[in-house]
């Protein structure tokens, strides 16, 4: 059975290629205003708003700060739909599985270091390996407990 990490991981996939895709640098309302042949002024009809504002939309969205609604009423208007999505770096079980590693690496370092203080150190390389493989298996048995340490 997959994980949820591991099931959005799949459907990530068809998103690849279009991962560098990037906005154009104008943005992606005034790429196709321009594309279509449309002014500014027949951009603003369509939106019923101004000139001025349509242009203003325009800057927003290059700038990056256009609200997803106005960015879909701009991409209705010229005949375009917006596709959402928050596209992860690396798959989402490669980010918890590292999570997990780190989160366990600190909570081995504070026992080791309280079993030195009492001089009660363990030295086995094995054990240790063994100890956090165990560790990284439960924490990621129960992910939201990766994300309450710093």
Same mark, same amino acid.
């Given at each position: 059975?997959?994980?949820?990490?591991?099931?959005?991981?799949?459907?990530?996939?068809?998103?690849?290629? #279009?991962?560098?895709? *990037?906005?154009?640098?104008? %943005?992606?309302?005034?790429?196709?205003?321009?594309?279509?042949?449309?002014?500014?002024?027949?951009?603003?009809?369509?939106?019923?708003?101004?000139?001025?504002?349509?242009?203003?939309?325009?800057?927003?969205?290059?700038? %990056?700060?256009?609200? #997803?609604?106005?960015?879909?009423?701009?991409?209705?208007?010229? %005949?375009?739909?917006?596709?959402?999505?928050?596209?992860?770096?690396?798959?989402?079980?490669?980010?918890?599985?590292?999570?997990?590693?780190?989160?366990?690496? @600190?909570?081995?370092?504070?026992?080791?270091?309280?079993?030195?203080?009492?001089?009660?150190?363990?030295?086995?390389?094995?054990?240790? @390996?063994?100890?956090?493989?165990? *560790?990284?298996?439960?924490?990621?048995?129960?992910?939201?407990?990766?994300?309450?340490?710093?």
């Amino acid at each position: 059975m997959q994980t949820p990490a591991q099931q959005l991981d799949k459907r990530f996939a068809v998103f690849a290629p #279009l991962a560098t895709a *990037l906005r154009p640098e104008k %943005g992606w309302i005034k790429a196709v205003r321009e594309a279509l042949g449309m002014t500014t002024a027949q951009l603003g009809k369509r939106l019923e708003v101004s000139q001025q504002r349509a242009a203003m939309i325009e800057k927003a969205e290059a700038d %990056g700060s256009i609200t #997803l609604k106005s960015l879909e009423q701009a991409a209705q208007s010229l %005949g375009c739909r917006v596709i959402y999505v928050l596209y992860p770096e690396e798959p989402l079980h490669t980010t918890m599985r590292a999570r997990a590693e780190a989160v366990a690496d @600190q909570q081995l370092r504070s026992v080791e270091q309280t079993m030195r203080l009492e001089d009660q150190s363990v030295t086995d390389s094995d054990l240790r @390996q063994d100890t956090r493989a165990r *560790l990284v298996a439960e924490l990621l048995k129960r992910p939201a407990r990766l994300w309450d340490h710093p």
